[in-house]
């Protein structure tokens, strides 16, 4: 049977990957494919249980980056890599782009620990495309303040924090262009969702 493809979401918190991902899904299911939508940390009962630690639990940053890759460990396991043996489409919303940009640039995780742990738990997978939602972190910022709801511990660090971690997307998308495809979230809903199109026509 033909391996699935596993497409991820990355970007700040407020740059709009919700209702774009949302839109894929129903995209890629029209198209006949089977699909699993799914997100970081979370995705299995443990990781939705080490999510809540995650987001709310203060703790050192190594605990933090391990747990974030345990939680990914499992998610590997249980989710992701059954559903691409059956030839399913995976779509999660962040992946490890999101610890390098979080843990990495924004905590400043030393990058040769997060090499290890990466290809120790994923060193044989990688996702087939990374749209990389970037827009400033003021818009961002707008964005969340507009929903009106409680902030989790990353969302609610200093705004040097979610520059540092901008950065670090950048630079990993710099660094892996066949993979990560940068999107300007700064626009309409209706003209990312022409581009993502047209990009995931592509890789169907």
Not at 5 to 23: C, N, P, V, W, Y
């Amino acid at each position: 049977m033909k391996r699935g493809r596993f497409i991820t979401f990355e970007g700040l918190d407020g740059a709009g990957k919700s209702s774009q991902i949302d839109h894929v899904v129903s995209s890629l299911r029209a198209r006949g494919l089977g699909v699993v939508a799914t997100r970081e940390p979370g995705g299995t009962p443990l990781g939705e249980k080490l999510r809540e630690l995650l987001l709310h639990e203060p703790m050192h940053l190594e605990t933090e980056a391990l747990l974030m890759f345990a939680a990914r460990r499992e998610h590997l396991a249980e989710v992701i890599e059954p559903a691409l043996a059956r030839g399913e489409w995976v779509v999660c919303d962040r992946f490890s782009d999101a610890t390098w940009a979080y843990q990495g640039g924004g905590r400043g995780l030393d990058r040769a620990k997060f090499a290890q742990l990466e290809h120790w738990v994923h060193g044989h997978l990688q996702p087939d495309l990374t749209l990389l939602f970037d827009l400033p972190f003021a818009v961002a910022q707008g964005r969340i303040a507009a929903q009106a709801r409680g902030l989790d511990r990353f969302e609610q660090e200093r705004a040097d924090f979610h520059e540092r971690v901008r950065a670090a997307y950048l630079e990993r998308a710099a660094a892996a262009p066949q993979r990560i495809r940068p999107i300007d979230a700064n626009r309409s809903a209706d003209e990312i969702r022409k581009e993502i199109e047209e990009i995931i026509a592509r890789l169907c």
